[in-house]
């Protein structure tokens, strides 16, 4: 056995951790949870980063859970969102955006098809709230305040529950399957509900506000937008909702052969592709140009595929009835978006002025919401119920939420309402049940930017391709149009994640520091102050940006 090595002449202790470094930095390092991009975008603020952790390391129940803190619908919104997470996505600024979309929906349909039930609350409260309306936000406020033991009623004035999910979008795009299987489960949790039930008037909400400790208003936008152009006394013009209904019972109306569909929007592709479904020759008469209508580009794309024509950036002017069908007198314009959304100008473009013919006519060009049963109760506004950004409204003890109070009329942003709103519900009632109804505000922290991950750990890797149901299968069948990733597939695509502000806890930060300054400490990492000489090694060797420098003024 060898002797032990002496002991260097300048050192007088035998250890290195008498020799306290930490006194030359001017910056320390420490080790933090950030948010990432695509939390910041996301409607219901929801932790993809951690999700998708969990389902690389396999554990996809953990994912469903995490998933379901805010959403309790990630198959359905795994189908049918907007995704503004994946244009924030950081990889975006690196080769292509995580498919985050697909990732949801992969996780949500595991999680149907294994049967797993959301938890009863550990504790029933006292406390009622009467929530209106059973769409996507009405049921994102009950599933959250029934999870915290509140007992919740439901009033719907349709047959079922789902809203604009279940009579708004066509099956092609959300299977009814799925959409009864995740609203089902929710319901589950001991949510009480009354179908056929409507708030229509203010005496209706007096006796709401009476019967219960909190009440949450979100019962959708049903008014149909009208062009002043047309006379909807016709037969021939028919609202885009009322086709779509009548579309997601089986029994879309005859409106001929030739059809012209108006609007730019997701609702107007809808309808569009479900004529197609029905048989009609189909026509789209956008304002907005192509590259600029709200409608998901997806959905352009798709409708093209299944011939459907589109004349974008195009106004119509009139209408002439005769005995062989309609002719629509048009002309190409130039569409200027204003600064609010739903403001805008067009202006004629001189010399382009075309026909359309058609048989029928059917216009999708947004809806309000009807404030009738509100009337001297609730403080509105023109087209919208004004609340604060929890929901709250002017009146004590009601809150509000979807498109009820806002346009923005995508169904992640009514989740994310409703959750906000039975968030501040908890917090009134545990206020007015002498608890503590506060809770601290999170301490502001900043975004985790591309240049923050290390991207020597992370190879250029193609996004998973979109995949879609032939054309022929789609119009012959009417099934699901895109089609889901298979296991390994979505484990491919989280491993492309670079799980920005969230630590994979690879322990790279301990093994680069060259002072032995950070160590394991429960869930993370500590700096020791007394060694970080703040050379920023752990930094720059993080591969998610869970390390930063922090400068010290002393």
Same mark, same amino acid.
């Given at each position: ?483 889901? %990733? ?66 010290? %003024?002393?």
């Amino acid at each position: 056995m060898n002797a032990p090595l002496p002991i260097p002449p300048t050192w007088t202790t035998g250890s290195t951790a008498a020799i306290k470094t930490g006194t030359w930095r001017a910056a320390l390092a420490k080790h933090v949870q950030a948010p990432s991009p695509c939390h910041v975008a996301c409607p219901v603020h929801g932790d993809i980063a951690e999700w998708i952790g969990q389902a690389r390391a396999r554990d996809f129940h953990a994912a469903w859970q995490t998933l379901s803190r805010h959403n309790p619908f990630p198959a359905v919104i795994g189908r049918i969102c907007h995704h503004p997470c994946e244009s924030a996505c950081n990889r975006a600024g690196y080769d292509e955006p995580l498919s985050i979309c697909k990732l949801e929906r992969c996780v949500g349909d595991m999680a149907l098809e294994r049967g797993w039930a959301h938890a009863a609350a550990a504790t029933a409260r006292a406390e009622c709230v009467a929530v209106v309306g059973g769409g996507p936000s009405g049921l994102s406020a009950a599933y959250q305040l029934r999870r915290r033991g509140f007992a919740v009623t439901l009033f719907e004035a349709q047959p079922e529950l789902g809203g604009l999910m279940r009579y708004g979008i066509p099956a092609y795009r959300l299977s009814r399957t799925v959409l009864d299987a995740e609203i089902a489960r929710v319901v589950a949790l001991g949510i009480d509900v009354r179908c056929g039930q409507a708030m229509d008037s203010p005496e209706a909400l007096a006796e709401l506000r009476a019967a219960f400790d909190a009440v949450y208003l979100a019962y959708g936008a049903r008014r149909q937008k009208r062009l002043p152009q047309l006379d909807y006394s016709r037969p021939w013009v028919v609202d885009g909702a009322d086709y779509l209904a009548c579309a997601s019972r089986g029994a879309p109306p005859a409106l001929g052969t030739r059809l012209v569909v108006i609007g730019g929007g997701s609702a107007a592709l809808d309808v569009a592709r479900s004529a197609r479904r029905a048989g009609h020759e189909v026509t789209i008469l956008a304002l907005e140009a192509e590259a600029d209508m709200p409608a998901q580009r997806e959905e352009v794309i798709e409708a093209r595929e299944e011939g459907i024509v589109l004349a974008d950036a195009a106004l119509l002017r009139g209408v002439n009835e005769s005995a062989t069908g309609l002719r629509l007198d048009c002309v190409h314009v130039r569409f200027e978006a204003g600064a609010r959304k739903g403001q805008f100008s067009v202006t004629p473009l001189d010399g382009t002025a075309f026909t359309l013919d058609a048989d029928a006519i059917v216009t999708a060009i947004g809806q309000d919401p009807d404030l009738s049963p509100l009337a001297g109760a609730v403080d509105c506004t023109d087209t919208l119920l004004r609340t604060d950004v929890a929901g709250r409204t002017s009146a004590a003890g009601v809150w509000a939420g979807g498109d009820l109070t806002s346009t923005a009329r995508f169904v992640s942003e009514a989740i994310g309402m409703g959750e906000r709103a039975a968030l501040a519900i908890e917090r009134e009632l545990n206020a007015r049940a002498g608890a503590d109804g506060s809770a601290a505000l999170p301490e502001p922290r900043a975004l985790v930017e591309l240049a923050a991950i290390n991207l020597h750990y992370h190879p250029t890797q193609p996004r998973a391709a979109d995949q879609r149901l032939a054309v022929a299968q789609r119009l012959a069948h009417g099934g699901e149009v895109q089609l889901g %990733l298979a296991i390994e597939q979505a484990l491919a695509e989280a491993a492309r994640c670079f799980s920005c502000g969230t630590c994979t806890h690879c322990d790279n930060c301990v093994t680069y520091c060259p002072d032995l300054a950070v160590q394991p400490a429960g869930d993370g990492y500590t700096v020791l102050t007394d060694y970080c000489k703040g050379c920023g090694v752990c930094v720059k060797e993080c591969p998610t940006g869970s390390m930063t420098m922090l400068e010290e %003024l002393r």
